[in-house]
């Protein structure tokens, strides 16, 4: 029979904190896509989608279009999403028109996976075991495996199904002129959903069969996402920020940006950069599509040896003498890149953690302040950078190594707002920085940090024995090619104290104390081992 699949993404999202600040909870991601990819590849290539759209609703329409060309979607426009007189009922109704016939409702915050919906030829419910069912409404079956009735979140017992957001509606006309009855009842009513409807369709004799799933993964607040995330089939670690995100399907990426002018250009510096990067697809306002490119993560295979033919391609592919601008225009440019920038990202992880800038002991050393170990940087020395064409995140993740050669991933979108030109030394100094502080540090939780009594600092990181002899080599090759190392670990430790505030607690933590540690050492000329 033909049917349609309601998924209704309007609302805000707010379970999901800071994750949903920019962007709505249907992309954030899951495994390697976000959480309404799973629901969408669920159903067949000819189903047809119903989507409501909401709080970032053009996000949702963009995206669902970028990725599946091929599929059939509806896009709804809810008039009110958040306040007063919203609910799932409400947003349902807005939907009715585009839903005159049996269809399913599948919640944009539940994942099944390996389990095929069966189409709605009969009434039915979906439902899983859970631990605790103080989050979730539940159901109890009968011998028949039909729904008894609905209970009340955290009125589930050991018997009980938790209700997942998983319905087919055979007999719609009944369902819509329930909810139509419900909402005129309490238009005000924020609990209105489907359940509210499903419990009046068994009162009135309707029988609705229950399904018990047995791959349930739900990612309607931060601790099921944790969990979703380590189940899913498809585990993907990355280093996630709340702005930004990477989806990855087969033969092409989906880069996301809250920020519309980072995309455009990304965009342009892709352009620009040419054969060196994958080629872009397609663009939307919040969204660049750009060919998957087979290859081997530098971060994978990084050998002493090879790293001789990385920095020579580089020079001879990427680091080409650049002229955007003036010497003197370049160099103001690295100023604010390298001092300004730093001293509004500290003041940024400060008013976010709490803490102070003040004298610390780390790993038994006193190290004054952070503001007392800026001053002592000759910032006119530190900017006066070589103009290059420019990655911007050249890091060993961003590197892939093909049969003819090297392609770079995740280009930066400017330097200082210049397109075709950047400070080669922040190149050098964000691949040196990898070599210490990269992806498997972070996913595997190889660091920590430790604070007592406010002003005493312990720091650990545990790393990888071959990437400190790939470290000394960087070294060597660098000093070889005439660059100044000391210029180079200085911009490392600062963009480690960057880095701080743009990540998650407790990783910003070690981030600014370790950028802070290694800052003091460069300045004395000094060593000492974590």
């Given at each position: 029979?033909?049917?349609?699949?309601?998924?209704?993404?309007?609302?805000?999202?707010?379970?999901?904190?800071?994750?949903?600040?920019?962007?709505?909870?249907?992309?954030?991601?899951?495994?390697?896509?976000?959480?309404?990819?799973?629901?969408?590849?669920?159903?067949?290539?000819?189903?047809?989608?119903?989507?409501?759209?909401?709080?970032?609703?053009?996000?949702?329409?963009?995206?669902?279009?970028?990725?599946?060309?091929?599929?059939?979607?509806?896009?709804?426009?809810?008039?009110?999403?958040?306040?007063?007189?919203?609910?799932?009922?409400?947003?349902?109704?807005?939907?009715?028109?585009?839903?005159?016939?049996?269809?399913?409702?599948?919640?944009?915050?539940?994942?099944?996976?390996?389990?095929?919906?069966?189409?709605?030829?009969?009434?039915?419910?979906?439902?899983?075991?859970?631990?605790?069912?103080?989050?979730?409404?539940?159901?109890?079956?009968?011998?028949?495996?039909?729904?008894?009735?609905?209970?009340?979140?955290?009125?589930?017992?050991?018997?009980?199904?938790?209700?997942?957001?998983?319905?087919?509606?055979?007999?719609?006309?009944?369902?819509?002129?329930?909810?139509?009855?419900?909402?005129?009842?309490?238009?005000?009513?924020s609990s209105l959903n489907d359940?509210?409807?499903?419990?009046?369709?068994?009162?009135?004799?309707?029988?609705?069969?229950?399904?018990?799933?047995?791959?349930?993964?739900?990612?309607?607040?931060?601790?099921?996402?944790?969990?979703?995330?380590?189940?899913?089939?498809?585990?993907?670690?990355?280093?996630?920020?709340?702005?930004?995100?990477?989806?990855?399907?087969?033969?092409?990426?989906?880069?996301?940006?809250?920020?519309?002018?980072?995309?455009?250009?990304?965009?342009?510096?892709?352009?620009?950069?040419?054969?060196?990067?994958?080629?872009?697809?397609?663009?939307?306002?919040?969204?660049?599509?750009?060919?998957?490119?087979?290859?081997?993560?530098?971060?994978?295979?990084?050998?002493?040896?090879?790293?001789?033919?990385?920095?020579?391609?580089?020079?001879?592919?990427?680091?080409?003498?650049?002229?955007e601008v003036t010497s003197v225009?370049?160099?103001?440019?690295?100023?604010?890149?390298?001092?300004?920038?730093?001293?509004?990202?500290?003041?940024?992880?400060?008013?976010?953690?709490?803490?102070?800038?003040?004298?610390?002991?780390?790993?038994?050393?006193?190290i004054p302040t952070l503001g007392?170990?800026?001053?002592?940087?000759?910032?006119?020395?530190?900017?006066?950078?070589?103009?290059?064409?420019?990655?911007?995140?050249?890091?060993?993740?961003?590197?892939?190594?093909?049969?003819?050669?090297?392609?770079?991933?995740?280009?930066?979108?400017?330097?200082?707002?210049?397109?075709?030109?950047?400070?080669?030394?922040?190149?050098?100094?964000?691949?040196?920085?990898?070599?210490?502080?990269?992806?498997?540090?972070?996913?595997?939780?190889?660091?920590?940090?430790?604070?007592?009594?406010?002003?005493?600092?312990?720091?650990?990181?545990?790393?990888?024995?071959?990437?400190?002899?790939?470290?000394?080599?960087?070294?060597?090759?660098?000093?070889?090619?005439?660059?100044?190392?000391?210029?180079?670990?200085?911009?490392?430790?600062?963009?480690?104290?960057?880095?701080?505030?743009?990540?998650?607690?407790?990783?910003?933590?070690?981030?600014?104390?370790?950028?802070?540690?290694?800052?003091?050492?460069?300045?004395?000329?000094?060593?000492?081992?974590?």
């Open positions: 029979m033909s049917y349609k699949v309601l998924i209704t993404t309007s609302g805000t999202g707010s379970r999901l904190g800071e994750l949903t600040k920019h962007t709505n909870k249907a992309l954030v991601r899951v495994g390697k896509k976000p959480v309404i990819s799973y629901i969408v590849e669920s159903y067949p290539v000819e189903a047809e989608f119903v989507v409501t759209l909401g709080y970032k609703g053009e996000q949702v329409k963009d995206f669902l279009e970028l990725a599946y060309p091929e599929r059939k979607f509806t896009f709804i426009e809810i008039d009110k999403y958040e306040g007063p007189g919203t609910s799932l009922g409400y947003s349902m109704l807005q939907a009715k028109h585009a839903l005159e016939g049996p269809f399913i409702f599948h919640a944009c915050d539940t994942i099944i996976e390996g389990f095929e919906a069966p189409a709605p030829d009969y009434n039915w419910a979906a439902g899983a075991s859970v631990d605790d069912f103080k989050q979730y409404t539940s159901f109890r079956l009968g011998n028949d495996q039909k729904i008894l009735g609905f209970k009340s979140k955290g009125l589930g017992g050991l018997e009980d199904l938790g209700h997942i957001g998983l319905v087919g509606i055979h007999d719609y006309e009944r369902f819509w002129s329930i909810l139509e009855d419900l909402y005129k009842r309490d238009a005000n009513n359940v509210a409807v499903l419990s009046q369709m068994i009162e009135g004799g309707i029988s609705i069969t229950g399904i018990k799933v047995n791959t349930w993964l739900d990612i309607g607040n931060l601790d099921a996402l944790a969990v979703a995330r380590e189940k899913i089939s498809d585990k993907f670690d990355n280093l996630d920020k709340v702005d930004e995100s990477l989806f990855f399907f087969n033969g092409f990426a989906i880069k996301f940006f809250s920020d519309s002018e980072k995309v455009r250009n990304r965009v342009c510096r892709g352009e620009i950069l040419g054969d060196l990067v994958p080629r872009t697809l397609e663009v939307r306002t919040n969204f660049y599509k750009y060919e998957y490119v087979k290859g081997e993560r530098y971060s994978d295979i990084v050998t002493s040896e090879d790293l001789e033919y990385l920095i020579s391609w580089a020079q001879d592919k990427l680091w080409i003498p650049s002229n225009q370049f160099k103001k440019i690295c100023r604010d890149f390298y001092e300004q920038k730093t001293k509004e990202r500290i003041q940024k992880f400060l008013g976010k953690s709490g803490l102070k800038d003040e004298q610390t002991k780390i790993n038994g050393i006193d007392e170990l800026l001053s002592e940087i000759d910032f006119d020395w530190l900017s006066d950078g070589l103009q290059t064409g420019f990655h911007g995140d050249f890091i060993l993740e961003n590197i892939l190594k093909t049969n003819d050669g090297y392609v770079l991933l995740d280009w930066r979108q400017d330097f200082g707002g210049l397109l075709r030109g950047g400070d080669i030394y922040y190149d050098l100094a964000k691949f040196y920085h990898n070599l210490v502080v990269n992806h498997d540090v972070i996913s595997e939780n190889k660091f920590s940090v430790d604070i007592d009594s406010g002003s005493v600092i312990k720091l650990y990181i545990k790393r990888k024995s071959h990437l400190e002899e790939v470290e000394k080599t960087f070294h060597q090759i660098i000093q070889k090619r005439g660059f100044d190392i000391r210029k180079i670990e200085i911009i490392r430790a600062l963009i480690w104290i960057n880095m701080a505030p743009l990540h998650h607690c407790p990783f910003d933590i070690f981030l600014f104390y370790f950028g802070k540690y290694n800052l003091w050492q460069t300045l004395r000329n000094q060593r000492v081992l974590l």
